[in-house]
Nanobody, 127 residues
Framework: QVQLVESGGGLVQAGDSLRLSCAASGRTFSSYGMGWFRQAPGLEREFVAVISWNGDITVYADSVKGRFTISRDNAKNTVYLQMNSLKPEDTAVYYC????????????????????WGQGTQVTVSS
């Protein structure tokens, strides 16, 4: 069982930066692939970024590539999402998610593949 708690959201202006954190409970955090997803009002949840259990593999949505960076600190049971050059279209509730993946599939862009989810943190970017 893994519990996830996001933090770091807020209201910023376009061009600003934010760093989201996702703190995980449990001693097996280091074995989980971790993803960030977001959902804007009236829209479906979408993939943002994912990182493998050891941090060797990262994948980003095209919309955030070059602006967002996902990282993890297994000693602190925390995954981060550094968001730079924020745009109004980044406004959404951001969720972190976790699951164990096989050696053949270390990461996933699909929310359906994740068992554990946080409660979300709101990010609002004004123009």
């Amino acid at each position: 069982q893994v519990q996830l708690v996001e933090s770091g959201g807020g209201l910023v202006q376009a061009g600003d930066s934010l760093r989201l954190s996702c703190a995980a409970s449990g001693r097996t955090f280091s074995s989980y692939g971790m993803g960030w997803f977001r959902q804007a009002p009236g829209l479906e949840r979408e993939f943002v970024a994912v990182i493998s259990w050891n941090g060797d593999i990262t994948v980003y949505a095209d919309s955030v590539k070059g602006r967002f960076t996902i990282s993890r600190d297994n000693a602190k049971n925390t995954v981060y999402l550094q968001m730079n050059s924020l745009k109004p279209e980044d406004t959404a509730v951001y969720y972190c998610a976790a699951d164990r993946f096989s050696a053949l599939k270390l990461v996933s862009r699909s929310g359906r593949d994740y068992t554990y989810w946080g409660q979300g943190t709101q990010v609002t970017v004004s123009s």
